[in-house]
């Protein structure tokens, strides 16, 4: 089944810790991206990709770190920099040529208290 | 300044109802307006409107893209309560440089009571 993963679905951290978040695609998509989701806030772009070893900040990417080492993975480090970091994170990937729909992982829940 | 706006916030209705909910944009280089359902976890695709498809169906579902008033409408009749969701709409701008991401108003809450 082709698709995105994410892992895990809910995790726990003390506050002052960094935290990696896992996103994983089959769909040979070039592009991935980081949507952060808060309540009443739609989702807001965090980072992107849209080829292996380079990456693009989005709206919101202060406090947050990502790697694109393989086409398949994109993972999210959300560091003790980042004020607030509680939320619902999602990946997503696309083609890199548009218009294109974005297809989602089923996201992450972080908390840090 | 929101580049996306989506209203009502939230709307409550009874199942078989008809809903219109509204989407309005505000960008440089429009490419493409998407709507997606959200039901607790990943948000599933429901129609992508461009310059050269501007209405889409889909069953009970279906959506027009005003390109004049910059706006779009997502419908849905003989409502059920399946359809409860969080409905979004985004917006990819055309930079020039490939995939760079949606900009996503903040969804309508909908609900359909029994």
């Known amino acids: 089944d082709g698709g995105i993963t994410q892992s895990p679905k809910y995790l726990f951290r003390k506050e002052g810790q960094n935290v990696t978040l896992s996103c994983e695609q089959n769909?040979?998509?070039?592009?991935m991206y980081w949507y952060r989701q808060d309540p009443g806030q739609g989702l807001r772009l965090i980072y992107y990709?849209?080829?292996?070893?380079?990456?693009q900040k989005g709206d919101i990417a202060e406090g947050y770190s990502v790697s694109r080492e393989k086409k398949e993975s994109f993972p999210l480090t959300v560091t003790s920099a980042q004020k607030n970091p509680t939320a619902f994170y999602l990946c997503?990937?696309?083609?890199?040529?548009?218009?294109?729909?974005?297809?989602f992982g089923p996201g992450t829940r972080l908390t840090v208290t | 300044e929101d580049k996306v706006v989506q209203s009502p916030l939230s709307l409550v209705v009874h199942e078989g109802d008809t809903v219109t909910l509204n989407c309005s944009y505000e960008v440089t280089n429009f490419r493409s307006l998407l709507w997606y359902k959200q039901e607790k976890k990943a948000p599933t695709f429901l129609f992508m409107l461009?310059?050269?498809?501007i209405e889409k169906k889909s069953g009970r579902l279906s959506s027009i893209l005003d390109k004049k008033e910059l706006s779009s409408i997502l419908n849905i009749t003989a409502t059920q309560t399946g359809d409860s969701a969080i409905y979004l709409c985004a917006v990819e701008e055309n930079s020039g440089g490939g995939a760079d991401g949606l900009t996503f108003g903040k969804g309508t809450h909908l609900i359909i009571q029994p």
């Open positions: 461009t310059s050269s498809g």
């Open positions: 990709s849209q080829i292996v070893n380079d990456f």
């Open positions: 997503a990937s696309s083609i890199v040529a548009g218009p294109y729909e974005q297809y």
């Open positions: 769909l040979n998509h070039d592009a």
